[in-house]
């Protein structure tokens, strides 16, 4: 049977089969699949420092090795920060130009955050599962800022961190007024400028991940380079101003090699000021079991400041050290809605 087309061409008409079929490159026959490895190979590893999408990772089975990762595709753009603990597959060998991948992020047992300040909602993590923070203040130059350090009590009993208070500086002015602030807390206390023995710090230290946190110019990078001999932390002097210049630009974890167990400080960037806008009060109170009891008591809508504000808030009723610490954590709580960076 003979057919014209439109065009005048005679085509003979025949039977199709699959060799006329056409397919359009590019187009997907079939939706990608969402099943993933399970890479039950994966080793567990810590993450010590963090640069431009390239993790420093060391593995929990040795630590002598420092592997470069990049995260998988499908962790997305999960935020992952120095002292997460994650799974590792591919060359976990440390050569140079070798990379790994890190395919799974594991729970946190405790984050340290902060914002830029009180009204920004962005929050960023600082460092994860850390078990103490250092905060590190000078008895001068910079002079200690109580305000600067409430906010980092108040961000580390918020973050599950049980905080360290530490003192450089202190052949320049006694300390003994300034610390008198934070004594009710049961917060421990250690010099540790360069003319002080570390031994107090680093019964402290032994056996944790700690982070260390402070303004800038108060002697932070000192005090890790005299923690981790060849860790050589950047140093700066303190500005005219009397604030200091930022010297660690990045977090990173360091080993220390001389102590018991496996024992790490965390050096963080110098900070000028420590948003709480991610902080609740019962985030606070929640950190002591006999004042987060008695707030039970409190009228709904207490902001457990006390008079005027508060008359019948049920902090006032506590007796005897219970009382000091609690008017310790008010002072803290009137620093949170002060909105006092310093």
Known sequence: MIRVSTKGFALRQREFDESDVRIRPGKRTRPRTKTRPEHLDAEMAMVISVDRGRWGCVLERDHSSTVTAMRARELGRTPIVVGD?????????????????????????????????DTDPFERIVVANAEQLLIVVAAADPP???????????????????PILGITKGDL???????????????????????????PLTTLLAGSVTALLGHSGVGKSTLVNRLVPGAYRATGEVTGVGKGR?????????????LPGPSWVVDTPGVRSFGLAHIDVNDVLGAFADLAEAAEDCSRGCNHLGP???????????????????????????????????
């Open 85 to 117: 603990r994650v799974s590792l597959v591919g060359d976990l060998s440390g050569k140079p130009g070798s990379l790994a991948r890190i395919v799974r992020l594991e729970a946190r047992t405790s984050v340290l955050r902060r914002t830029a300040d």
């Open 144 to 162: 200690p800022r109580t305000g600067f350090v409430e906010r980092a009590l108040i961000a580390a009993y918020a973050g599950g961190i049980a």
């Open 173 to 199: 002015s006694d300390p003994a007024e300034f610390t008198v602030h934070f004594e009710k807390l049961d917060l421990p206390i250690v010099r540790c400028g360069i003319d002080d023995g570390l031994e």
């Open 246 to 258: 930022h010297t660690s630009s990045q977090s990173v974890a360091l080993r220390l090699d001389q």
């Open 308 to 342: 005027p504000e508060d008359p019948e808030c049920a902090l006032d009723s506590l007796e005897g050290a219970s009382h000091a610490r609690a008017m310790a954590v008010r002072r803290m709580l009137e620093a949170l809605r002060s909105n006092d960076m310093w």
